[in-house]
């Protein structure tokens, strides 16, 4: 049967009849219509447009949508509301609206029959599982900012493992690995937003900052964040007044699930995988696992309460041989002059690169991160509610790294032909690097909000997040023509170790002058023992109030807010470091070589041929130091080094904030500014010894905002904005140790931190054009600009009369970052979108589609070492385009979806003193691919493919690139599992 609203709308049905005689299926209505059953919802589009609805009640009761804010006809409300109801509009009058039921029922519709069925009769709620882009897009079209997002829905359809993979599938970001060139590279780690890197961008939950434990780097460490952890990822690209201004690139806003939102509902999901790399390295380690379950109820007389509890589990292999011929500097390739004598300047050489660092790597890494997550909510009525989400997230990475090392001395003789040549002499080196590390995160958020009327609204919150990291590493190397004293462990070159070179595509194979001598393990004698303890502590603890007067989204005319947060940051940083070396030529002789100490599985290197790779017995390595402490000589100089690592920071900034409003209908203009004080302690070690320095830094900003937006039509909507942002120095560049000598006269060396630093500030200029069309379809395109002052680059500089630590020195030469360069950026970033191709005959009209494309250009005048400037031409890990394509088709149980995610090249590192060795990412393509078909009602298998091409990371440098920098393989993963979404009674 059909039923013409709730009673609510049926008591206004007698006023409807008075109501003047309007064309409704065209007249726009700000509708704001909570989460529940389609059919309230339904009834809501009724009551606040007049327009009367009419349903088939008991399929619209039985099925649940989400909130549906913003301005737009009757129809399109309807329309939106219904997607995978299983209704569909069979009239749509200037004054109601006629829905009729579609056959066969989908999914959702079998599951609440069959759960009737078999059930007790009470009440049976099912959220839809069908792929949409309708929330995101939603979020898009009602945020007063520049925003793009995803959805839950699109990422529980990828293989994205974490909020970094998920996020590269949005408009203007593109995803980084590891940092650490000592570490594998096999994942994303860090997001870049608009082309900057992800330290100039905050990571938000509900919009207060989780802490990063990075000793050096304040962007978040999103990759430890599980993906099932939102319900969306938000890209906030203009910053209002509201918002902490460190965002040059933007926010990233990570939404928590609310169960008032998705109703009552359980889903859990348990996957196997193998990686096509592992067991490359040490035997297969076994299956990947990712486990994950979710679920949410309304509870209380009134469905005032509301929880969503949810908890994840991975486990995760790699492993690669990687090849890296240079270091994080772009030391493994320089130039020869015609005498033999290395040189830098590509003019005064011969004009071939030789490779004189050729580095093999194995990586096994055993990934493991588990999360829990939990939100309480209380919604006594519409005046108040109040909102506490917690959150714990551990990663644990038991990464083993074994090098094998090629290092020349000297006698360079060219070869027949420009790419090869000899290196007469040098020596060879097999190492391991165990490097276990711990990251803990701890993260709790209250916010509350009170109306006074319906006017004068309070909202406050309280934060605070912690995160902790933890590495022992632990380094073991062997070392052909080892030299051990009673004061020096020293190793020395032979002709045995030289090699002849070829270099084929930029990358280098050597062979051996005695390949027979390299391959034999008892030729390598022991070299070091290192140990390095790391551990680094983060806390972020902020408060928030904010006092609104006709300033939500549905009030018209003008609003007036205004807001204060005061923001605390603690960073701690500490550095135990220790060497042992043989103590003399006869305890060498009892730690033996290294055939006693190498695993039975021997490895080929890549660019080092005919030659064996040995694998060090970390466990034999271990245990002939504990055993025998009496066989070593610890150096007593690297405690200057744990001394130089340590700081501690303590950072507070107080910010308030006001803004004004006016909106209309169509048309909303908002102006605000911000007043942000920082106020920075930073105390350090004094060049390595135990001698304390403590330094202060404060600084301040008024920091002005304005967004404008046009709904030009129902469907159309233009932005423009502006505003003023900031990106603070690192913590390293505040908290670095001050080391300084002299050579017992009158000059001295000094590198030191600098707390004097200035936060780079950037004005932004955005404009943005969005057409949404039906079956939720989207044609943006948005246009940006940055212009970037005060840009922090570490600068030598001579200096005379310099006062240092009461002395005043002839000439110093001091180290430290300073601002000291400009930048800018602009980009164009488009997107295509529609949910279905319905205009296609037969089945194709089941596909969807979604696009998009930013393209950048930056640039940045980089302070050389002479003193000199040179423009970069992109900022750094700043690709000039990214591109996403996604594919997907749904039917009835079957969704497969097709997803490509392109990143352009970009500069990883600018060398201060010759341009060929500036080092660039290249650019990166991946597929990735899912599909899923319910067996029952509730029941989904799924398989999905990461990185079906299997591609690889690489960085190159030179004068055309054309130079390996490192390369590092990437396996293709294939996921099979189960995904049980069974209905959930009430």
């Known amino acids: 049967m059909f039923v013409l609203f709730s009673s609510a709308s049926m008591l206004a049905a007698p006023a409807l009849g008075a109501l003047p005689v309007r064309a409704d299926g065209v007249r726009t209505v700000r509708f704001d219509i909570p989460a529940g059953t389609l059919a309230a919802a339904l009834n809501e589009v009724g009551r606040q447009s007049g327009v009367r609805v009419a349903f088939p009640y008991d399929r619209a009761s039985a099925h ?68 949409s882009n309708r929330r995101a897009l939603a979020s898009k079209r009602n945020s007063d900012q520049v925003i793009d997002a995803v959805s839950q829905d699109e990422v529980s359809q990828l293989p994205d493992v974490n909020i970094v993979e998920a996020a590269r599938r949005i408009p203007g970001l593109s995803v980084i690995s590891d940092r650490d060139s000592s570490r594998g590279h096999d994942n994303y780690q860090y997001v870049t937003m608009r082309g900057l890197d992800s330290r100039y961008n905050l990571v938000t939950v509900d919009g207060a900052q989780v802490a990063s434990a990075d000793s050096s780097y304040r962007g978040a460490q999103l990759a430890m964040l599980p993906a ?62 990712r486990a994950s379950a979710t679920g949410a109820l309304t509870f209380g007389a009134g469905d005032q309460f509301g929880l969503v509890l949810s908890g994840e589990y991975q486990q995760l292999h790699a492993s690669a041989l990687a090849s890296l011929p240079g270091d994080s500097g772009g030391a493994g390739w320089t130039y020869y002059k015609a005498s033999g004598a290395q040189t830098a300047d590509i003019a005064a050489s011969t004009g071939a690169a030789v490779p004189v660092r050729v580095q093999d790597y194995a990586f096994d890494e055993r990934r493991e991160r588990y999360s829990v997550n939990g939100k309480f909510e209380y919604r006594p009525g519409d005046h108040f509610g109040l909102t506490v989400f917690a959150g714990y997230y551990h990663e644990m990475s038991d990464e083993d790294r074994y090098e094998a090392l ?50 004068l609204k309070l909202k406050v919150g309280v934060s605070d997040s912690s995160a902790r990291y933890s590495e022992d590493r632990w380094m073991y190397k062997w070392n052909t023509g080892m030299v051990i004293t009673a004061t020096s462990a020293k190793t020395s070159n032979s002709a045995a170790y030289g090699y002849g070179y070829q270099t084929i595509g930029g990358v280098p194979y050597i062979a051996m002058n005695d390949a027979a001598a390299a391959a034999n393990a008892a030729n390598y004698g022991p070299r070091y023992w290192r140990n390095i303890d790391y551990a680094i502590e983060n806390t972020v603890r902020s408060l928030r109030g904010d006092l609104g007067w006709n300033f939500d989204e549905n009030d018209r005319g003008l609003g007036l807010d205004l807001g204060v947060n005061q923001t605390l ?73 744990s001394n130089s690592g340590y700081y501690a920071l303590r950072e507070s900034i107080t910010a308030g904030y006001g803004q004004v409003r006016w909106r209309a209908d169509s048309f909303n203009l908002q102006a605000g500014l911000r007043y942000d004080s920082t106020a920075i302690g930073v105390t350090t070690h004094v060049n390595g010894t135990s001698a304390l320095l403590s330094r202060a ?66 004005w932004n200029y955005d404009l943005s054009a969005e057409w949404y069309v039906d079956h939720g379809g989207l044609l ?52 295509a979108i529609r949910d279905k191709l319905d205009f296609l005959p037969g089945p194709l009209g089941d596909l969807g589609v979604s696009l998009n494309a930013t393209w950048l250009e930056g640039h940045f005048d980089f302070i050389m070492d002479d003193g000199g400037a040179r423009r970069i031409g992109a900022l750094f890990n700043q690709p000039d385009h990214i591109y996403n394509a996604s594919l997907y088709y749904s039917t009835g149980p079957l969704n497969v979806r097709l997803a490509w995610n392109r990143i352009g090249a970009s500069p990883v590192s600018v060398d201060s003193q010759v341009a060929w060795r500036d080092i660039w990412a290249d650019s990166r393509d991946q597929i990735d691919l899912q599909a899923s078909y319910y067996v029952r009602p509730w029941v989904q298998l799924t398989a999905q493919v990461q990185n079906l091409t299997k591609t690889a990371f690489e960085a190159h440098l030179g004068q055309d690139r054309e130079l390996l920098q490192t390369r590092y393989p990437v396996g293709r993963t294939i996921w099979f599992g189960v995904v049980f979404k069974p209905p959930v009674r009430k």
Request: aromatic share 8%; hydrophobic share 40%; glycine share 8%.
């Open 406 to 455: 090629a290092l020349p001395a000297s006698g360079y003789k060219p070869g027949a032909t420009a790419d090869t040549g000899t290196l007469t002499s040098g020596n060879y080196q097999l190492g391991l690097v165990a490097q276990p590390e711990k990251r803990r995160t701890w993260f709790l958020n209250g916010t509350a909000h009170y109306d006074f009327d319906d006017k």
């Open 569 to 641: 940051t603690r960073v701690d940083n500490r550095l135990n470091y220790r060497e042992w070396f043989a103590k003399n030529a006869a305890s060498a002789a009892s730690i033996g070589t290294l055939d006693q100490y190498a695993q039975p599985t021997v490895l080929r290197p890549i660019m080092a041929t005919g030659i064996n790779f040995y694998l060090i017995d970390q466990a034999k390595a271990a245990a002939v130091l504990a055993d025998h402490p009496d066989w070593f000589r610890e150096n007593g100089g690297r405690v200057s080094d």
């Open 780 to 831: 943006s395109a948005a246009l940006f600009y940055k212009d970037i002052r005060d840009e922090i680059f570490n600068r030598t500089s001579t200096f005379n009369n310099y006062a240092f630590d009461g002395v005043t020195y002839t000439s110093a030469t001091v180290s430290q970052p300073v601002n000291a360069s400009r930048a800018a950026i602009k980009g164009l970033e488009v997107q």
């Open 697 to 762: 830094r404060s600084y301040a900003y008024a920091l002005p905002s304005a967004i404008a937006t046009w709904d030009v039509t129902g469907a159309v909507k233009l932005r423009a904005g502006i505003s003023e942002t900031i990106g603070r120095p690192d913590y390293g560049q505040y908290g670095a140790t001050t080391t300084y000598s002299n050579d017992g006269t009158a000059t001295l060396s000094v590198s030191q931190g600098n707390p004097e630093l200035k936060p780079r500030r950037a």
């Open 64 to 131: 649940r949508v989400a909130a549906l804010k913003g301005v737009m006809t009757a129809e399109q409300a309807v329309r939106a509301l219904i997607v995978d109801s299983g209704l569909t509009i069979s009239v749509a009058g200037s004054d109601h609206i006629l829905l009729a039921a579609t056959a066969p029922r989908p999914a959702s519709a079998q599951a609440i029959s069959a759960a009737r069925d078999a059930g007790d009769g009470g009440e049976v709620v099912v959220t839809g599982y069908r792929l």
């Open 228 to 289: 099932t952890l939102v319900s969306e990822i938000q890209a906030i690209k203009t910053v209002t007044a509201q918002y902490d201004p460190h965002a040059l690139g933007g926010q990233l806003n990570l939404v928590s699930k609310s169960a008032f939102d998705t109703g009552n509902f359980f889903t859990a999901q348990a996957l196997g995988g193998w990686t096509s790399q592992d067991g490359k390295v040490v035997p297969d380690r076994g299956a990947n696992i």
